[in-house]
């Protein structure tokens, strides 16, 4: 499946147990066929209320903590067998409310982010986490400088640019900062430009993952810390290279609620040991 481009494996291991294994994983992101963003494993209810536990595997192995456009997949594949329409989910001890709108679209309640340094995490200590000193590029003429950082559960740091976003070459400044010793496990790097007071367009190189059409985590981030710099509002539609996802920072509760599409692409079978896998036939699929 995809979420605005962000390539989502959806793995259903409930009922016959297992893990994906970070090799399996691996394997499965080097083949051609079955290269993803993100893997969203769902495992059997452990909470009780939930629907399932979820563990998210980026294609370098690595786990992540939050995965906004792989729940929007999940919810959808989930909801095409029984009809169901909301869910509760456990990922990385949080619990995940999600809904499936009548036109398709799916609402994630994300959670409250959070902005402690000690929580994105950094190594060390930074009072105003709205800005701080990080930059890349020539000293005297840093090409970005004085990210936001913010935890959506994943880590993320927010460089500002007043121009287009595609005039900056993340692949090569994404893996140092993702890397940087600052960030202890590691985070996700987006670059952001505003473009109205409940508009913006964003481009990310993610953790473990690399440059992506999409993260929804992300968007969570960029919104967030883009109404806390007072450079938005708290409603914004954000504009990614994959499509458009909306997020409302909700003033009652503090949670991020995105909303956007998720699409089927194709399916199979794997073995979430090794990352054999099998594709079903095209007439399987469709039913
Ligand atoms: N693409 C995902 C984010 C994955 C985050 C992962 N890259 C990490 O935090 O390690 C999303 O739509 O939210």
Excluded at 47 to 54: F, L, Q, V
Excluded at 108 to 128: C, H, Q, T
Excluded at 267 to 278: I, Q, V, W
Aim: glycine residues 10%; proline residues 5%.
């Amino acid at each position: 499946m995809n979420g605005i481009g962000n390539e989502i494996l959806v793995v259903d291991l409930r009922g016959v147990g297992g893990r994906v294994t970070p090799d399996a994983a691996r394997a499965l992101a080097a083949r051609a066929e079955t290269r993803f963003d993100q893997i969203m494993a769902i495992q059997a209810p452990r909470m009780e209320g939930t629907d399932a536990h979820i563990r998210i595997l980026n294609s370098d192995g690595s786990e992540a903590e939050a995965c906004g456009n792989g729940t929007r997949c999940v919810v959808q594949a989930l909801g095409s067998e029984t009809g169901q329409k909301s869910f509760r989910f456990e990922i990385a001890g949080r619990l995940v409310a999600a809904e499936e709108h009548g036109d398709g679209t799916v609402s994630v309640d994300m959670g409250a982010p959070l902005f402690g340094w000690r929580d994105i995490p950094l190594s060390e200590e930074f009072a105003d986490t709205r800005a701080i000193e990080l930059q890349v590029g020539p000293i005297d003429a840093p090409v970005l400088h004085s990210p936001a950082v913010v935890s959506i559960g994943n880590p993320h740091a927010v460089f500002w640019v007043d121009n287009d976003v595609w005039s900056y070459a993340l692949d090569r400044f994404g893996p140092i900062l993702e890397n940087h010793p600052l960030f202890p496990e590691r985070c996700n790097i987006t670059i952001a430009a505003v473009t109205s007071r409940n508009a913006m367009t964003i481009r990310t190189w993610e953790r473990g993952a690399g440059l992506t059409r999409a993260c929804g985590s992300a968007a969570c981030a960029a919104a967030v810390a883009a109404a806390r710099t007072r450079r938005t509002g708290r409603a914004v539609e954000v504009t990614l290279p994959g499509g458009r996802l909306r997020i409302d920072w909700r003033e009652v509760d503090d949670h991020i609620v995105m909303t956007g599409p998720a699409e089927w692409e194709w399916s199979g079978r794997l073995d979430p040991a090794t990352g054999d896998f099998e594709r079903d036939a095209p007439e399987v699929a469709s039913a």
